[in-house]
Nanobody, 116 residues
Framework: QVQLVESGGGLVQPGGSLRLSCAAS????????KGWYRQAPGKQREFVAEITSGGGFNYADSVKGRFTIHSESAKNTWYLQMNNLKHEDTAVYYC??????????WGRGTQVTVSS
């Protein structure tokens, strides 16, 4: 299992950008999937983006073309670059790591608010 800490959230105007970071401690090399999820008020947590065990990338349809996930192994960190933010992107964003034998770890979340 790994420990995850998110950062980079904040208040941004519609059309703006933010970059979220997820710093992992523990056995980073054991992580075979890295992801981001979000939870808006009154809604269930939903998938946003992931880097798969094979190095592929998956995105929710609602963020395709606007969000990019990437990882820097040397820093034990992965990121979510969010561009052209919309009101509906307002949520608490959580990073997620999956380690063998399919143990899912979560951070505490970082708030993203898109408002004019």
């Amino acid at each position: 299992q790994v420990q995850l800490v998110e950062s980079g959230g904040g208040l941004v105007q519609p059309g703006g950008s933010l970059r979220l970071s997820c710093a992992a401690s523990g056995n980073f090399a054991s992580i075979y999937a890295k992801g981001w999820y979000r939870q808006a008020p009154g809604k269930q947590r939903e998938f946003v983006a992931e880097i798969t065990s094979g190095g592929g990338f998956n995105y929710a349809d609602s963020v395709k073309g606007r969000f990019t996930i990437h990882s820097e192994s040397a820093k034990n960190t992965w990121y979510l670059q969010m561009n052209n933010l919309k009101h509906e992107d307002t949520a608490v964003y959580y990073c997620n790591a999956v380690t063998p034998p399919y143990v899912s770890s979560w951070g505490r979340g970082t708030q993203v608010t898109v408002s004019s």
